[in-house]
């Protein structure tokens, strides 16, 4: 009986703790959605994130905060942008993936090396060499260097998706073999569909990583109409931020709906194929 009670202590006091710590990372944000409710004068006038006055003026200021440019344009470009590059990415990852978990070929733990290698590199590294590249394309100003180099594999997803699918037995590979699928069809009709639970965490996370990425975009895009939302975000606080912060955070926290939307909806998958993808050998 002793000991059931120092567990549930033990169990509700690390609650306690993770609520607590919960609350301190979650306040930023709620102190910058209730923010973009407040009048200019209240923002910075309290610490408390809730609004002593109400008001929803900040929401069509900042959407229409810069001329010819709603801030729907940026959102419909980020929104092209992530989907395309979630899809390249799950596509070529997977296909690397399945290379290195079910192959055998000369040079194998060489190319997988080099891969992990270049996950460790700074993107700072490879900065110059790719722009010059993309410019020599005629690619700059133009959602080619976003989108392009998906489909080409991510270090980081592929290494997820090869533990996942190292975890799989081989003996599936043997009986479709039997039945007559090739290598082909064995990854389609056989491997694909035991790796959702990864496909869906790096769809996720890939299209959250590229709607964040302001440092790539701020590099490649010129024109304000190619603006994707943290660019958008960018020109809006350059606009308005100096005289009135409501509507940047009104914004702000419109940026942040497509993410919360995704993750809510989608989290049990991201859970599964993290947490799965640990187990892996």
Not at 128 to 156: E, K, R
């Amino acid at each position: 009986m002793t000991g059931t009670i120092r567990t549930r202590r033990g169990i509700v006091l690390a609650h306690a703790v993770l609520v607590i710590i919960g609350f301190f990372l979650i306040y930023p944000v709620l102190w910058m959605v209730f923010g973009s409710f407040k009048p200019t004068n209240e923002i910075f006038s309290s610490a408390s994130f809730w609004p002593k006055h109400w008001t929803f003026a900040n929401y069509p200021q900042g959407w229409n905060a810069i001329p010819g440019l709603p801030f729907g344009t940026f959102i419909l470009h980020s929104l092209s942008v992530s989907c395309l590059v979630s899809v390249g990415t799950v596509i070529s990852s997977a296909i690397v993936a399945f290379g290195f978990a079910r192959f055998t070929f000369r040079g194998k733990s060489i190319l997988f090396g080099i891969m992990m290698i270049t996950m460790m590199l700074p993107t700072q590294v490879t900065l110059i060499p790719q722009y010059a590249m993309f410019h020599d394309l005629g690619w700059i100003n133009t959602y080619y260097p976003l989108i392009v180099p998906a489909f080409f594999g991510s270090p980081f997803f592929i290494f997820l998706i090869v533990q996942f699918i190292r975890g799989l037995p081989k003996e599936l590979d043997e009986a479709a073999k039997i039945d007559g699928c090739n290598a082909f069809t064995l990854f389609v009709r056989v491997i694909l569909p035991l790796i959702v639970p990864a496909l869906i965490t790096t769809a996720i996370f890939s299209f959250i990583w590229c709607w964040d990425d302001f440092f790539s975009q701020l590099i490649y895009l010129n024109s304000a109409q190619k603006f994707t939302v943290p660019l958008g975000l960018e020109s809006l606080a350059n606009a308005v931020a100096q005289e009135e912060w409501g509507p940047l955070f009104a914004m702000s926290t419109v940026s942040l709906i497509p993410l919360f939307l995704i993750f809510f909806f989608l989290q049990k998958y991201v859970v599964r194929g993290i947490a799965t993808t640990g187990l892996r050998g």
